[in-house]
């Protein structure tokens, strides 16, 4: 088993920048892929970026291109999300998930309780 805690959400103006963490427990995430999805309210949760095991790979989903960047410290067995240039539809809890293997936008086997970021005009 695999436990995930998201931090690092919180309220912040348009155009400013948040980090979110992933903290991994239970097992080392060192053969996990790791994924940050979303979900505003009334949406479904949506694929926001991934990696690969060792940080050689990455997919970011187009709306969120050129802003946001996933990166990961296995050492730390942590996953973090850079966010800049936020913008008020980014707003939505952001969950983070691990996957046994290959780098994935969609299927994952554990995921975090979530962390709330919201984004003000």
């Known amino acids: 088993q695999v436990q995930l805690v998201e931090s690092g959400g919180g309220l912040v103006q348009a155009g400013g920048s948040l980090r979110l963490s992933c903290a991994a427990s239970?097992?080392?995430?060192?053969?996990?892929?790791m994924g940050w999805f979303r979900q505003a309210p009334g949406k479904e949760r949506e694929f926001v970026a991934a990696i690969n095991w060792d940080g050689g790979s990455t997919r970011t989903a187009d709306s969120v291109r050129g802003r946001f960047t996933i990166s990961r410290d296995n050492a730390k067995n942590t996953v973090y999300l850079q966010m800049n240039t936020l913008k008020p539809e980014d707003t939505a809890v952001y969950y983070c998930a691990a996957r046994y293997g290959t780098i994935n936008r969609a299927e994952y086997d554990y995921w975090g309780q979530g962390t709330q970021v919201t984004v003000s005009s």
């Open positions: 239970g097992r080392t995430i060192s053969r996990y892929a």
